[in-house]
């Protein structure tokens, strides 16, 4: 998981229209129960999680990982990833406080999506006119492996996949790396829970997983201590 240079988030629903970022994540939706996320350290309130401007919520219908996000004006399934438009809730539900985590995360620093084909996304994406902002190749040969950053909004949208095209079915949205502001405390507090912080691809940041197999999350987390200062 990596990120882009962070961007000024805006804090309250005026800010975000007077400084308006395309495409803003508003909500992601999770087959999860929200008592497994609870016991991870996220404040949990009438079944969702508010994390900077989006919110996690939890639909439990028998479908596991993420199975939905809400964008502005991003509407439809983009290669095998379900989108829907924001509406008036969404954008009250952006208003509201946004109550502290025990485990110490302040912000979605990106959302993850997997693909067989990366170009074969790319292209679905910027149809959708969600403009490609950077690509990143490293490995060799079978190894090979790319990644390619969106914004969606105040939120890096990563995708990743191989460096050659594989047969397979459409992306799908795999995961989340979170923005921690102080990855020894959430380590205090989740314990055996939380692996060891460890350097992060990015210079000056540390990443640490939450072991959600043990919780019944069905989602991999990773937290990032926040970019350093500039």
């Not at 060891?196 to 201590?225: E, F, M, N, Y």
């Amino acid at each position: 998981m990596e990120s882009l240079t962070c961007r000024k988030i805006p804090n309250s629903r005026e800010d975000r229209v007077m400084n308006y970022l395309p495409h803003q994540l508003q909500s992601v939706e999770i087959g999860d129960t929200s008592d497994s996320w609870g016991a991870a350290g996220f404040a949990v309130i009438d079944g969702a999680v508010r994390i900077g401007a989006p919110r996690i919520a939890f639909i439990p219908t028998g479908t596991r990982g993420i199975t939905r996000v809400i964008a502005d004006e991003v509407d439809g399934t983009i290669d095998g990833m379900p989108f829907g438009a924001a509406n008036a809730d969404s954008l009250e539900l952006a208003a509201q406080p946004n109550p502290p985590h025990t485990n110490r995360v302040i912000g979605i620093d990106h959302l993850v999506a997997m693909s067989t084909d990366v170009d074969r996304t790319i292209l679905a994406l910027q149809s959708a006119d969600i403009e490609l902002r950077r690509e990143r190749r490293f490995g060799e040969g079978d190894d090979a492996k790319r990644q390619a950053f969106f914004w969606l909004g105040d939120v890096i949208l990563e995708l990743g996949g191989p460096g050659v095209a594989q047969p397979g079915g459409g992306a799908a949205l795999w995961g989340l790396a979170l923005t921690c502001d102080d990855l020894d405390l959430a380590k205090d507090t989740l314990g055996d829970l939380l692996s060891d912080p460890k350097p992060a691809v990015q210079p000056g940041r540390q990443i640490a997983t939450i072991r959600t197999r043990d919780l019944d999350i069905s989602v991999p987390i990773a937290l990032l201590s926040p970019h350093p200062a500039r």
